[in-house]
């Protein structure tokens, strides 16, 4: 596609409930990553996936949070029995290489939150 | 550890007046250094990026090993300048990522 897409764009949910997010990276880009954005917190890395898999998922911050992707190409970021503190903009980017090099392009996000 | 710091939150400018943003990393080896901006209601977008030495919307920046900064700045801000402006290096630690500092929110007033 053009852009990244991310969808839900908006997401209400129950605590405790599982939800799923889930990113439409542009065609090509080997590359894509997971962000948190919170409230004076900035950005928070959760994990990047170079192909279908993913060499740095350091930032997820509880076994609740899993992701994947698969063909090279969409990914899903699912969040089990959601807190209040899971309460984020949920933010994908991807890279067409290098990210050095070329940066990322961001999605518009995935607001969540949790009730 | 790595770290990425935008010492400052908040920065409230005229219309014409000089801006300096800046950011200071603490870092082993020499990353790569990024500004993203996030105008209101819109997606991050890249700003700027020292690789490139572009300079994007009259922004420049300029990095500085020895004091580990790369500041951004631009001679005469602008009304749309407005937005939430991010630092952002890439890790140094083998992983490919790019380290976000904590953002600063520009209000350039007319």
């Known amino acids: 596609g053009a852009g990244v897409s991310q969808s839900p764009s908006n997401k209400v949910t129950e605590k405790g409930k599982d939800v799923e997010l889930r990113c439409d990276p542009i065609s090509g880009h080997t590359a894509l990553y997971w962000y948190r954005q919170s409230l004076g917190q900035g950005l928070e890395f959760l994990i990047y996936?170079?192909?279908?898999?993913?060499?740095?998922k350091s930032g997820l911050p509880s076994d609740r949070f899993s992701a994947e992707r698969t063909g090279g190409s969409v990914s899903t970021l699912t969040i089990q029995r959601t807190q209040q503190e899971d309460s984020a903009v949920y933010l994908c980017a991807s890279s067409l290489g290098w990210v050095g090099n070329y940066g990322y392009t961001f999605g518009s996000g995935t607001r969540l939150t949790v009730v | 550890a790595q770290r990425v710091t935008q010492p400052e939150k908040l920065l409230s400018v005229f219309k014409g007046a000089p801006v300096e943003l800046k950011c200071n990393y603490s870092?082993?080896?020499?990353?790569?250094l990024f500004w993203y901006v996030q105008y209101s209601r819109q997606r991050l977008q890249l700003l700027l990026r020292h690789i490139s030495r572009e300079s994007i919307k009259g922004f420049t920046a300029d990095l500085n090993k020895g004091e580990t900064s790369f500041h951004l700045k631009k001679p005469f801000a602008q009304e749309e300048d407005s937005a939430m402006y991010y630092c952002?290096?890439?890790?140094?630690?083998?992983?490919?990522?790019?380290?976000f500092g904590k953002g600063m929110k520009l209000t350039v007033n007319p």
């Open positions: 870092y082993s080896g020499s990353p790569e």
């Open positions: 952002a290096p890439s890790w140094a630690g083998g992983s490919e990522k790019l380290v």
């Open positions: 996936f170079q192909g279908n898999s993913a060499p740095d």
